[in-house]
Structures are given as structure tokens and as C-alpha cells.
């Protein structure tokens, strides 16, 4: 059954710490995601790669934030240093994009809750 | 730019009966067009999709939506509420022709179905 995973499901870390967020795309997807949820602002689109570069992370703070691919297995987001607004739900997704189509919906994996205190 | 709009934060139906769900999407090109669910605490789930074709798409737990291009809408639709269908309900849309690749979502609507 393939699926997207994200580790770790739950962080708690204080303010000014380094936090790593993981994610593993469903093999052979080529597109990866990373998407931000809070209750104030939904769903807001951090990052996303393809084929392992970076296409567009416009939505994302570049002064703390910074998306990988280190290869097409893993996909991580850091957030150094981490501040409490940054507390929300990441979630990472996958899919398929072919000649510029995305060729299959958004797999999503089912998120990291980071809480910043 | 590409934007959805879910106007309604909530909507509530008795089980049984027929349910709508609201999206607009503004595109400047031509639009790709997805509903997802999410249940508490997990990811979001695909229920369905309009890429061309027949403006009514068939999706996951019988849910259905019906693409409007005169009103930019693909409102979601089931037949018959059930309690089990009560969650969060999002559409999103993929302007192909701009470029953006990603998809942009809506606000989201809570389904909330009562016995």
C-alpha cells in the first residue's frame, strides 16, 4: 500500500531550536510538497521540488526555513531557529507531474504537529 | 493567480439526507480540480477530481461533484448524509496554463451530519 510518510507525528520543542521535519514520497512520484495547516491561515503552500530541485518555496520564511530533497527517498524541511508561530501541522505530499500535467492528485502524507513553547 | 473560495465554514445536514459543499475557483487558465477530506488528526484524503471530460465526476464514498465553467464552481454532492461523512472538506485547484504547478486550496468547509 503506498503511501506518503512523514516523521516525526508529534514535536515539541522549545523556542530558538533546530526542528527537522521527513518525509517519504511514494516511489516513483516525482513531485513533492510541503504544505503548512493552522487554523488562522488553512492550508498554505510552503514548498514544493521536482525531480529533487526546488521549483518554487515563495510561501516559505527564508530567513529560518529550508526545504531539501537529498535524494528522491527523503524530503526535509528545517526550521532554525523555531519560534511559537511557527506551531502548526506540516504535511508533506507526492505526486506524479508528466509533460507539466499532474498526472495523479496529491498523495499527502499525514503530517507533522509541531508545537514550539 | 489561482484562488478557491469555500464560503461556508460549516454546513449542517440531518443523515439521510442530500448534502452540497461550495467552491469557486478563479483560474486564468484552465482549471484542474480536486475535493479532499480530512478526519481528525490524519493527512487529507483525495475524494475526487475534474481534469476534462464530463462535467460530472464520480468520486470516492459516493460523493460526486459537477464542474461549472460559466460559474467557476465545483461544488461537491452525496446523495445520502452519512454520520461518517462529518469531517473537513477541501477543494483545490491547479491552473495549468500559468505555470504554478501546485495546488492551492480553499479555506475549508466542516461537514457536520447529525443522526
Known amino acids: 500500500d503506498a503511501r506518503v510518510t512523514q516523521t516525526p507525528r508529534h514535536k515539541v520543542t522549545e523556542m530558538g531550536q533546530e526542528v527537522t521535519m521527513r518525509c517519504q514520497p511514494i516511489?516513483?512520484?516525482?513531485?513533492v510538497f510541503w504544505y503548512r495547516q493552522t487554523m488562522m491561515q488553512g492550508l498554505e503552500l510552503l514548498a514544493y521540488?521536482?525531480?529533487?530541485?526546488?521549483?518554487?518555496d515563495s510561501g516559505m520564511p527564508k530567513d529560518r526555513f529550508s526545504a531539501e530533497m537529498p535524494d528522491a527517498t527523503l524530503a526535509t524541511l528545517k526550521i532554525q531557529p523555531s519560534e511559537p508561530r511557527d506551531s502548526a501541522v506540516y504535511f508533506c505530499?507526492?505526486?506524479?507531474?508528466?509533460?507539466?500535467?499532474?498526472?495523479?492528485?496529491?498523495?499527502f502524507g499525514q503530517g507533522t504537529r509541531l508545537t514550539v513553547v | 493567480a489561482q484562488s478557491v473560495a469555500q464560503p461556508e465554514d460549516q454546513v449542517n445536514v440531518a443523515e439521510g439526507n442530500p448534502l452540497t459543499v461550495k467552491c469557486t475557483y478563479s483560474?486564468?487558465?484552465?482549471?484542474?480540480l480536486f475535493w479532499y477530506v480530512q478526519y481528525p488528526n490524519r493527512g487529507l484524503q483525495f475524494l475526487l477530481k475534474?481534469?476534462?471530460?464530463?462535467?460530472l465526476v464520480k468520486g470516492s464514498y459516493g460523493f460526486e461533484a459537477e464542474f461549472n465553467k460559466s460559474q467557476t464552481s465545483f461544488h461537491l454532492k452525496k446523495p445520502s448524509a452519512l454520520v461518517s461523512d462529518s469531517a473537513l472538506y477541501f477543494c483545490?485547484?491547479?491552473?495549468?496554463?500559468?505555470?504554478?504547478?501546485?495546488?492551492?486550496f480553499g479555506s475549508g468547509t466542516r461537514l457536520q451530519v447529525q443522526p
Open positions: 475534474y481534469i476534462t471530460g464530463d462535467n
Open positions: 516511489l516513483g512520484h516525482n513531485t
Open positions: 505530499a507526492s505526486g506524479l507531474v508528466l509533460g507539466g500535467v499532474l498526472n495523479t492528485e496529491a498523495f
Open positions: 483545490a485547484v491547479r491552473d495549468l496554463d500559468t505555470g504554478r504547478r501546485a495546488l492551492t
Open positions: 521540488f521536482r525531480n529533487r530541485a526546488p521549483l518554487d
Open positions: 483560474v486564468s487558465g484552465n482549471p484542474y
